[in-house]
Structures are given as C-alpha cells and as structure tokens.
C-alpha cells in the first residue's frame, strides 16, 4: 500500500522532535492521530503565526520516546485522552476503564449478561458458582508491596511504622469475598461474613476495626447502611452502570489525577526511597487505602487495571478523591526536597 508523502506540517514537527533528541517519523504520526493520542494536523500551528505549538512538539516527543517496536504504551495513552478531554476521548476512556474492569470476567469466560438478577435462590447461588469461577487458576499472592518492605526493613535492623490495616489485602480470604462482591454485590455478602474476612487478616490495632464494626452498626440502628456506599454495592453490573454514566470531564478529570499519583509515587520509590521518605508514605491513611491496591501501575495490563481501580474509587468512593489530592500535595512535597548528598557526590 502506497504512503501518502509527508506534510510540510510532518516533517516539521519530525524536526522538532529530532531537536528533542527524539526520533518520530510521519508514519508514526499518523498512527498516534489513528490513536487519539495526538491532535489532528491542522490543530498543530497557531493560527496567527503558523508555528507548530509547543504542546504539539511535547506531546509528539513524549510519544517518540514511549513508543518502542512491538510494545504498547498502555495507560499512559488513557493519560493524553484524558489531558484532551474531548467528546472523542472521553468516549475511548469510558470504553477502555469498562473493558478493564471487566477483566475477570473475561479471564474466566464469564460475560456480564450471565450474572443473573434478582434476590432469589436460583439467582443467589448461580452468582455463587460464578464467583467460584472466578477463582480458578488464580495464582496467589504471598505477599504486597507492603509485605515485601518491611521483611527488607526487618533483616536490615530498619524500622518501619507499625501495621495499619491487614496483613495482604491479596489474602486468599479477602480475595474469595471480593469474588462474591463482583458477581452479586453487598447483597451476597453479609456483614457478619465482611468483618470475619477483615479480623482474619488484621493486624492493625484492633480497637480501630471495633470502631469500623460499632460505625456500622449505629448507621444501621439510625437505619443506613452504609455498605450501600461502596463501589461494589451493586456488583460488576452496577460498576458498569455507572462507568457508563459517569460524565466524561470528572471521568477525564479522575483518570488524570490517578495517573498522575501513580507516576509521582512510581518517581518516589525508584529515586527516593529512603526510611524517612517512607515513613511518610506509611503513616498516612492512603498508604492502605491506595498505595497498597491500585497506587503501584507498571506500563501493562496489570497497571491498567491499577489505573482502573483507583479510578472507581476516585468517582465512586465518597471522600477519596479529596484524599488522593491531599496525597499527591505530600508525595510532591517529599520529591521536591532536597537529597542529602551520598559520599559519592560530596566535593573532593
């Protein structure tokens, strides 16, 4: 098939890229406008001066130096949809979180046309098996990031804040009901059988999951439920629903945020990971709440799904947007602090 020759627009901006010490060719061009990643050719200059605009030439060399042969940029592409927030990429966001998040049904052949409605038996026990089904083949995580850091801080005589929450919020217990909640929601899942799972794997303080139990009993007693509040509450079928109309800037607004946490958390661990700065990090609510399930999106599917999870919280959890915010200020405030020089680095 014949290539239509390069624009003046395109080679342009290939030069300004290459000025970059980046390399970009028309023909990528053309794939990354196919894409949705990058603007249009006549929205690349400004109209009263014809140069190319200098977000054009970011963004262009941002993709040259992301793309390589044979490999996908994954989430990072929902990160330009949702900088553009436009009707189109709003459109390709909402269809890219939905497909993601419904990712465990496809890995088990399951379609969410065959999680039955309705409270009766037959519906009831049909999800169950579902669930079951879910689980099959799952490879078990023995241990999280959290996990990991602090056998490294015990053998190294370090000393990390004390356990918050649970143990691994990957345990096989909190994994089965997790099933359960995707397949039929809060309603197949009682509370006795919800606070079980968490005391089994707490080893936080344990007057604070008393407190979460004695919260949710008095909402109950004041006749709220407050389970109705997760993003679970209705299952993968209600998570769906409401993907499907949430509005397309706070979606483009959470999918930038959660992006953006995720890559600045990603900088902290991999350039400032030292006692101090992760004391910090631990002794905050998110650490728990985000860090450990969501906050870590390598550039694949499993940091798309990362990307995914954080973003139903961000829309659907209430206050945890707020929270994610007040995270991302911390974490920008312990990377812009200045290093203490290693031996390396100290004048001779």
């Known amino acids: 098939m014949t290539r239509t020759p390069p624009t003046a627009a395109e080679l342009a901006l290939a ?16 794939r990354w406008r196919a894409k949705r990643w990058l603007a249009p050719a006549d929205q690349w200059t400004n109209p ?20 390589r042969p044979g490999r996908g940029i994954s989430w990072i592409g929902w990160t330009f949809w949702a900088i553009d927030d436009t009707e189109q990429t709003a459109a390709l966001l909402r269809n890219a979180l939905i497909r993601t998040i419904q990712l465990p049904l496809r890995q088990a052949g399951i ?64 994994i089965r009901i997790g099933a359960r909640l995707l397949t039929g929601g809060m309603a197949d899942v009682s509370p006795e059988e919800l606070t079980d799972a968490w005391r089994s794997v707490w080893t936080g303080p344990p007057e ?41 800037h706070l979606l483009c607004e959470a999918v930038r945020a ?51 999870l954080s973003t139903v919280r961000y829309l659907f959890a209430p206050g945890w947007a707020e929270d994610l915010h007040r995270y991302q200020d911390r974490m920008d405030r312990l990377l812009a602090a200045p290093t203490a020089p290693t031996p390396d680095s100290r004048p001779a």
Not at 52 to 64: F, Q, T
Request: net charge negative; with cysteine.
């Open 111 to 174: 379609t969410l046309a065959q999680i039955p409605q309705g409270d009766s038996d037959t519906a009831f026990e049909a999800r169950q098996d579902l669930a079951e089904q879910l689980l099959r083949g799952r490879r078990a995580i023995g241990r999280d990031l959290d996990g990991l850091l602090r056998t490294h801080a015990g053998t190294g005589g370090i000393t990390l804040p004390e356990p918050r929450t649970v143990s691994n919020p990957f345990n096989p217990t909190l």
């Open 48 to 67: 009263a001066t014809g140069a190319l605009r200098p977000d054009i030439v970011h963004r262009a060399a941002w993709l040259g130096a992301l793309s």
């Open 258 to 308: 959660c992006t953006k946490a995720s890559s600045t958390l990603m900088k902290l661990l991999l350039e400032r990971a030292d006692t101090e700065m992760l004391t910090v990090l631990m002794n905050d609510v998110m650490w728990d709440q985000w860090v450990r399930a969501g906050g870590i999106a390598p550039v694949s599917r499993l940091g798309e799904a990362a990307i995914t």
């Open 15 to 30: 030069a300004e890229v290459n000025r970059c010490g980046l390399t970009a060719t028309p023909h990528q061009f053309e």
């Open 208 to 248: 604070q999951l008393d407190r979460i139990t004695a919260a949710h009993i008095a909402a109950d007693k004041a006749g709220t439920d407050l389970h109705t509040l997760s993003p679970l509450a209705h299952g993968l079928p209600g998570l769906v629903r409401a993907f499907e109309q949430a509005d397309a």
